[in-house]
């Protein structure tokens, strides 16, 4: 029997898993795999560590609107059924908010799954789906050593000053911070940074997270100095339905003038606005990329000229910059993107080799660019299997 961890990052819409070796080995995953479409008609997908098909389902046998922790049960039913020589012997889970509270993993108990409660309202898309999964497990395996690990986490290294609002200081006391979000992915590029540049890892770094939610981290000495997001993942970069940075004074026209409701502007400001907002098309990047539209010209200029701006600032935070590293869907995958981008930074000395960012090579600037430009894929998966695997002492004894 192979000891296995369970990895799960539930997202709004989708269940991504893996399940990686519980021993202490840095191979791949064991298995990865997806479950899509989560609320409307749910579909579920899991390759084995090479890349092969194990499933690729419809799930037309399950009621479309499903909860997440009913595809998280269906999802243990079939590791259970479909991979008899595995056992799955503790489970780390990726959660969004960990407040002012968690600087670091920690295993679950009731006392600390209260305390995650309590940061729903502030990231109400993600943090409930979290949690879910965590119970529905516990129900399941009662017993089973489970962990979470923030995304807020890594940003605790940041100065005072790059997390306080210019609100009246009692409500930075109550927790209204700039917290910062995407710190699992920010942490496995801080842990690899120096395979790519050496020394200059534990120098000025900005790292661009663009995914479907997306922001930024400005590094020095590979931890968080300052970060796009704010107190909620709404913040900073405009993202495929968020619209990020906002004037405060348009949500009070909406609610003031336009008679919005609360929920309505909730609604808008995460679900349609950012790219689907401004194009009218889609969320989707490769959507608009694709796509002859203008307004999808637009909404990709206005990404792109937004996405430098925060860079920018960021620069202010670090006081120079030696390297920017691009990750996630888009930062992976769009040359012409992150060539958008980089021409706005050509004033710093970005210069960019056409070629090589074409074939999304791992580095992407000229010998002569002042500053490194690099394209590393993320992995938060792994940061939560390792931190499972870091916490395994204390896993033994909450099980005893
Ligand atoms: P999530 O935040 O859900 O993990 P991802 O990191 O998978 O999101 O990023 C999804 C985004 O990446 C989408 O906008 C998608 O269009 C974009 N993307 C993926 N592949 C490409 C590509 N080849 N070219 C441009 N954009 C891409």
């Known amino acids: 029997m192979k000891r296995a961890i369970l990895v799960l990052n539930s997202g709004s819409s989708s269940i991504k898993f893996a399940l990686y ?125 489970q962990v979470a690990c923030f995304d807020t986490s890594f940003h605790r290294t940041q100065p005072r000053v790059a997390e306080l609002f210019a609100l009246p200081r009692a409500l930075a006391d109550e927790g209204v911070i700039r917290y910062g979000f995407h710190g699992l992915s920010y942490e496995y590029i801080a842990s690899v940074l120096g395979d790519h540049i050496g020394p200059k890892a534990e120098g000025r770094v900005i790292v661009a997270h663009l995914g479907n939610g997306a922001s ?53 400001l995460y679900r349609e606005s950012g790219l689907l907002g401004v194009s009218g098309i889609s969320n989707n990047m490769q959507v608009l990329l694709e796509s002859g539209d203008e307004r999808a010209r637009e909404a990709i200029e206005l990404y792109c000229y937004r996405a430098a701006g925060e860079l920018g600032s960021l620069v202010m935070a670090l006081g120079g910059l030696d390297a920017i590293v691009f990750t996630a869907g888009i930062g992976e995958n769009s040359a012409y993107v992150r060539r958008l981008i980089c021409e706005r930074l050509s004033w710093m000395g970005v210069e960019l080799n056409a070629s090589d960012n074409d074939r999304n090579a791992p580095k992407i600037t000229t010998a002569s660019s002042t500053i490194d430009v690099l394209v590393v894929p993320t992995n938060e998966e792994l940061v939560i299997a390792k931190a499972v695997r870091a916490l395994d002492s204390e896993l033994a004894s909450a099980a005893s």
């Not at 900073?236 to 336009?258: F, I, P, Y």
């Open 216 to 268: 930024m981290c400005a590094m020095q000495g590979r931890r968080s100095v300052a970060t796009s997001m704010g107190f909620t993942a709404l913040h900073g970069l405009m993202m495929g339905r968020r619209c990020g940075t906002l004037d405060a004074g348009v949500v009070l026209h909406l609610v003031q003038n336009k008679g919005l409701s609360v929920d309505d502007v909730q609604h808008m």
């Open 21 to 145: 070796s519980a021993q202490g080995d840095d191979a791949g995953p064991l298995i990865t795999g997806k479950i899509a479409g989560v609320g409307r008609a749910p579909t579920f997908k899991a390759r084995d560590g090479e890349g092969r098909t194990l499933v690729e389902d419809g799930l037309e046998d399950i009621d479309p609107s499903a909860s997440h922790g009913d595809l998280t049960l269906r999802l243990l039913d079939w590791l259970e059924k479909h991979n008899s020589g595995i056992e799955v012997v503790a489970a780390g889970h990726r959660v969004v908010h960990g407040g002012r509270s968690f600087t670091q993993p920690v295993v679950v108990t009731p006392d600390v799954l209260q305390l995650l409660e309590g940061y729903v309202s502030l990231a109400p898309l993600h943090q409930p789906h979290n949690l879910s999964a965590i119970k529905a497990l516990a129900k399941r395996l009662a017993g089973l050593p």
